[in-house]
């Protein structure tokens, strides 16, 4: 066996230890205790106003919400949200078939409709907080308005829902990993020698 059969042994050996503690975290991540009864919030959607409740067709569907970094300070959409939002409108149909999911941001509903509009996202599911405490009840921002990347996931219990896990990028104050599974462009980049180095999405490639 030359050098590079050894080595890409060794590494088929590594890559599968991977698969198997991905496969034994998400394990403990469906096995975590009930989480806390969530309160009630009201979101605004071109549709007219929807609680947070409501938003979970049923006790077998989990709720996905994405804290969208868009928004009251955030002027400009985040470009790895975007990223992230590019790729998840793609694949509403197949996710459907066993979650419900919504992106919710802190802008207004003219405000998300315009970005709908713009990016061609009309396949997603888009609700403004503008007027609701729910971003900064679930450590998505601060009071001073600051948001980061996150994810909040329910389970629905009659008419109630209850935490199911949460988490976003930032992990320690040093590694923004956290979510990086959700997209698929890190990891064709982590596929060549040049990895993905120093590289960060970015609105347009003009």
């Not at 509403?92 to 066993?98: G, V």
Request: with cysteine; charged share 25%; glycine share 10%.
């Amino acid at each position: 066996m030359n050098d590079y059969q050894t080595a890409r042994e060794d590494l088929r050996r590594a890559e599968l230890a991977l698969v198997r503690q991905r496969e034994a975290v998400a394990e403990m991540r469906r096995s975590l205790p009930p989480g806390p009864l969530v309160g009630s919030y009201d979101f605004a959607s071109g549709d007219g106003d929807v609680a947070l409740r409501d938003l979970s067709r049923g006790e077998d569907r989990p709720l996905i919400i994405y804290h969208f970094m868009f928004g009251g300070r955030q002027e400009q959409p985040c470009p790895m949200c975007s990223m992230w939002a590019d790729g998840w409108n793609a694949v509403t149909d197949h996710l459907a078939q066993n979650v419900d999911l919504a992106l919710v941001t802190q802008g207004t509903v003219e405000q998300n409709a315009q970005l709908i509009a713009d990016r061609g996202w009309g396949d997603l599911r888009w609700l403004s907080a503008a007027d609701s405490s729910f971003k900064i009840d679930h450590g998505s921002m601060d009071a001073d308005g600051n948001q980061w990347p996150f994810f909040t996931v329910f389970e629905r219990e009659g008419d109630h829902l209850r935490l199911s896990w949460s988490g976003g990028a930032q992990i320690t104050d040093d590694q923004w990993r956290g979510v990086d599974l959700l997209s698929p462009v890190w990891h064709f980049l982590d596929l060549t020698r040049q990895g993905r180095g120093d590289w960060m999405p970015a609105l347009s490639y003009a």
